[in-house]
C-alpha cells in the first residue's frame, strides 16, 4: 500500500527548496527565469523580484552561457536533462552582473525538464569552487611524487649501468697486476728478502680482494638486471653438497674450522644452477667459519620438508647480534668478526646468495643466538614439473 | 527473446549512428579535438548474456554513466567501459595526464557530461525517427562490476530483463576506444519499441 508522507503543503515544500545548498532556477520557453530560490538570493545579491521573467541572458554575462543556453534549449525542446561540468573548460559562473562587484564560483550545473509541466526547465546549480581547488592540488602532488618516482628510477638505472662499465673496465689491468704480483711472489724475477716478501704478499692479497669485490659487484648488477644468464637442470643435492664441502676443507685448514657433512638418506632431485647454488653454499660456508672459533666444527645437512629440500648451515660461533638481524642481506653490509677474519669479505655475499635462492624460488633465512651460534637455511623446492614451469617463467619475465 | 529482422536491425543501427554523428560533433567541439563515434553492431539480449559480455572484455571493474529515459518506451540507458578504457579516454579528452588509477572526482563528473551527450543523443534519435519525445534524467556516475551495476539499476516498478546492447568504438587522437550503450529495458518496453519500429518502417517502405 501506498503510504502518504505527512509533508504536503507547498509551505513547507518552500522551506525545504530554500534551504537547500544549491541554486535552484526554473526557466520557460523563452529562457526567461520563472523561480530563484533564496540560496540564488543570497549568493547573488539579486533579489528573486528583480530577475522574474528576465531572460537569462540579462542576468548573467558569460561565454560559457553557450553551452548552458544549447542544453536548456535541449531540455525544453526535446526533454533531455544534462550534466555540465567544469572539467571541459575552466568555466567560472559571475553570479550577477548589474551590480557593482561580481563573485565568480566555479558551478557544477543540472539542467532537467520540468515533468508534468510545458517547457519548464530546472537548472540546479552547486558551487564547486573549494572541491576544484582541493583536486587540483591533488593532482599537482600526484604529479609530483610521480616525477620523482621517475628520477628516482633513472637514477638507479644510470648507476646500475655506470657500476657495471667501471667494475668492468677496472677488472682488466687488475688482473694483469695480479698475474704480475704472482710472478713476483713465485721468485720469477729472483729472490726478496722478508720485509719485501710481506710486502708483496700484502699488495697480492689486496689485489685479490679488489678482483674478488668487483667480481660480486658485477654479480650482484646482472643478477638485479636480469643480465645473467642461469642454466638450470635438474641436480642432485648430495652431489652438490659433497662437492661444497670438498671445495672448503683447504680453507678449513687454513683456518683450523671443521666441515662435517650429512647427506640426504634418499637423494632428491632440485631444478637449478649448480655453479651457483654452490656459490651460494660456499659463501654461506665461509662465513660459518669466519664466525666461529678455531678448532669448532661447522656443519652441512640436507633434509626434505614436504615439497622442499632444506640445506643448512650450522655454527656454533659468535652469533648475530639483534641489531644486525634486519640489514643483514643489504649490500655492503659486514659483521666484524672476532679476530677480524672477515676482513677478506666484501660484504655482498649474502646479498648475492639471497638474489640466487629467489631466482630458484627459493627462500634464505636463519635462526641465530648470541654466543651459541647460526644455522642459515636454504629452502630449494624440489624438482616436479609445476615448480620447472614457474622457474622458467620466472626467468623469461626477468 | 524476440529478436529484431534484418530491416529493424539496420534500422535501428542507422538511428544510433546518426544519433552518435551528433555526439561526435559536441564531444569534438568541447574538447576542440576531431572524436569519431561509430556504432558497429547491436542487438537485443536477455541481461544475462548482457552480463557475460561485459565481463569478457574486462578483467576489472567497470565505469560508466547510467541515465532514466521515459517516453514512448522506457528504461534506464547506460554508458559503460572497462575501469582502464575509462580512465584513458577522460584523460585524452580532458589533456591531461594524472598519475592515479582511479577517476578523481572531476574526472567522473567529465565522464558522466561525456555518457550524457552520447546517451540523449542516441535517444534523440530514436525519438526523431519516431516522431515522439523522450525525456531523459540527469545523468549519475556508476562504476562497479556488471552484476552490482545492473542490480542498481532496478527500481521498485521496473525489472529490467531485455538489454538493447550497442558497442561503441570512439577514435580519439589515434586511440581506439571501445565503450559499450546498454539500453535495460521491461519486456513490455521492448514490445513497445519494436511495435515503434515496424510503425516506422511500413510508412517508409
Known amino acids: 500500500m501506498k503510504q502518504h508522507s505527512s509533508i504536503n503543503n507547498i509551505e513547507i515544500l518552500d522551506s525545504i527548496i530554500d534551504q537547500t545548498v544549491h541554486g535552484l532556477i526554473v526557466l520557460d520557453a523563452e529562457l526567461k527565469i520563472q523561480y530563484w530560490n533564496q540560496w540564488m538570493e543570497s549568493r547573488s545579491g539579486i533579489y528573486s523580484y528583480e530577475v522574474i521573467n528576465q531572460s537569462i541572458d540579462h542576468v548573467f554575462a558569460n561565454s560559457n552561457l553557450i553551452r548552458i543556453k544549447g542544453a536548456l534549449r535541449n531540455a525544453i525542446d526535446k526533454g533531455h536533462s544534462a550534466s555540465l561540468s567544469q572539467s571541459f573548460s575552466d568555466f567560472k559562473l559571475g553570479l550577477y552582473n548589474n551590480k557593482q562587484k561580481t563573485l565568480e564560483i566555479i558551478p557544477q550545473i543540472a539542467i532537467s525538464p520540468l515533468k508534468d509541466s510545458s517547457k519548464l526547465c530546472l537548472m540546479q546549480i552547486t558551487d564547486v569552487s573549494a572541491a576544484v581547488t582541493r583536486e587540483r592540488l591533488l593532482k599537482s602532488i600526484a604529479n609530483e611524487a610521480h616525477l620523482g618516482k621517475e628520477a628516482a628510477e633513472n637514477l638507479s638505472q644510470l648507476k646500475s649501468s655506470f657500476v657495471a662499465t667501471v667494475s668492468h673496465e677496472l677488472r682488466t689491468p687488475l688482473t694483469s697486476m695480479i698475474g704480475s704480483l704472482g710472478l713476483l711472489k713465485g721468485g720469477v724475477v729472483g729472490d726478496f728478502n722478508d720485509a719485501q716478501s710481506n710486502l708483496l704478499n700484502i699488495a697480492y692479497r689486496n689485489s685479490e680482494l679488489l678482483l674478488s669485490l668487483i667480481n660480486s659487484i658485477l654479480d650482484l648488477e646482472k643478477i638485479e638486471s636480469g643480465t645473467i644468464e642461469f642454466n638450470f637442470k635438474n641436480i642432485s643435492i648430495n652431489d652438490l653438497l659433497e662437492q661444497a664441502t670438498s671445495g672448503m676443507a683447504g680453507y678449513g685448514e687454513q683456518v683450523d674450522i671443521n666441515f662435517t657433512l650429512t647427506l640426504l638418506k634418499d637423494d632428491l632431485t632440485v631444478y637449478g644452477d649448480y655453479d651457483k647454488l654452490l656459490q651460494v653454499l660456499n659463501n654461506l660456508l665461509s662465513n660459518a667459519a669466519k664466525f666461529s672459533q678455531k678448532g669448532q666444527t661447522v656443519k652441512l645437512y640436507a633434509k626434505q620438508i614436504k615439497h622442499f629440500v632444506r640445506i643448512g648451515v650450522e655454527d656454533k660461533g659468535q652469533g648475530i647480534p639483534e641489531a644486525f638481524k634486519s640489514t643483514i642481506y643489504d649490500k655492503f653490509t659486514q659483521l666484524e668478526s672476532q679476530d677480524n677474519r672477515n676482513a677478506n669479505g666484501t660484504g655482498l655475499g649474502l646479498a648475492i646468495a639471497k638474489l640466487i635462492v629467489e631466482k630458484h624460488n627459493g627462500k634464505i633465512d636463519f635462526k641465530s643466538v648470541i654466543g651459541k651460534g647460526t644455522t642459515f637455511y636454504v629452502d630449494i623446492p624440489t624438482a616436479s614439473e609445476i615448480n620447472i614451469k614457474n622457474i622458467q617463467k620466472n626467468i623469461q619475465t626477468g | ?205
Open chain 2, 1 to 205: 527473446m524476440n529478436k529484431l529482422n534484418e530491416l529493424q536491425q539496420d534500422i535501428l543501427t542507422e538511428a544510433f549512428n546518426l544519433g552518435m554523428g551528433s555526439a561526435a560533433a559536441s564531444l569534438s567541439e568541447i574538447v576542440r579535438s576531431e572524436i569519431s563515434l561509430s556504432v558497429p553492431n547491436l542487438t537485443f539480449i536477455d541481461k544475462h548474456t548482457a552480463a557475460e559480455r561485459l565481463s569478457q572484455n574486462t578483467d576489472s571493474d567497470l565505469s560508466g554513466v547510467s541515465e532514466g529515459f521515459t517516453g514512448p518506451f522506457c528504461g534506464k540507458a547506460l554508458l559503460l567501459f572497462p575501469a582502464e578504457q575509462s580512465l584513458e579516454l577522460v584523460r585524452l579528452m580532458l589533456q591531461d595526464s594524472v598519475p592515479l588509477e582511479s577517476l578523481t572526482a572531476f574526472e567522473e563528473e567529465a565522464l558522466n557530461e561525456i555518457g550524457n551527450i552520447i546517451l540523449n543523443a542516441g535517444l534523440g534519435s530514436l525519438a526523431d525517427m519516431f516522431g515522439s519525445r523522450i525525456e531523459t534524467e540527469i545523468p549519475t556516475y556508476t562504476h562497479g562490476s556488471t552484476k552490482e551495476i545492473f542490480e542498481a539499476q532496478n527500481s521498485a516498478n521496473s525489472l529490467h530483463d531485455v538489454v538493447l546492447f550497442l558497442q561503441v568504438d570512439f577514435l580519439i587522437k589515434e586511440s581506439d576506444i571501445n565503450g559499450f550503450v546498454v539500453y535495460l529495458l521491461d519486456v513490455d518496453s521492448m514490445k513497445d519499441l519494436t511495435n515503434l519500429l515496424d510503425v516506422y518502417l511500413s510508412k517508409i517502405s
